[in-house]
Nanobody, 125 residues
Framework: VQLQASGGGLVQTGGSLRLSCAAS????????SGWFRQAPGKEREFVAH????????FYADSVKGRFTISRDNAKNTVYLQMNSLKPEDSAVYYC???????????????????WGQGTLVTVSS
């Protein structure tokens, strides 16, 4: 399974971006998805997670109320809508996927089998 992340860019504080993560390659019938980010000099951190059906979503406290994760399984694509962006949101954002319908420890990066290449988000002050 290959994951292709896109949608990053430069935006001013308070602006919005929508990231996309398209899956292709070997068919995985069902998979959960997550977004992580890594800023320079910092460890990769959990941002958001969605289960296979899209019915369960989870967020890091730092983005709760501002970011929304969603998925369109017909298009094999997961989205991250980011609103009210802050300079501290600047990072490379990675999408990840893992076979299955749920992932209890969704915030643990090492549990995801597949990763995209990352897309850079820069929020200017």
């Amino acid at each position: 399974v290959q994951l292709q992340a896109s949608g990053g860019g430069l935006v001013q504080t308070g602006g919005s971006l929508r990231l996309s993560c398209a899956a292709s390659g070997r068919t995985v019938s069902r998979y959960v998805s997550g977004w992580f980010r890594q800023a320079p000099g910092k460890e990769r951190e959990f941002v958001a997670h969605v289960n296979w059906s899209g019915g369960n979503t989870f967020y890091a406290d730092s983005v709760k109320g501002r970011f929304t994760i969603s998925r369109d399984n017909a298009k094999n694509t997961v989205y991250l809508q980011m609103n009210s962006l802050k300079p501290e949101d600047s990072a490379v954002y990675y999408c990840a996927a893992d076979p299955g319908v749920d992932l209890p420890d969704y915030f643990t990066a090492s549990l995801y089998d597949y990763w995209g290449q990352g897309t850079l988000v820069t929020v200017s002050s």
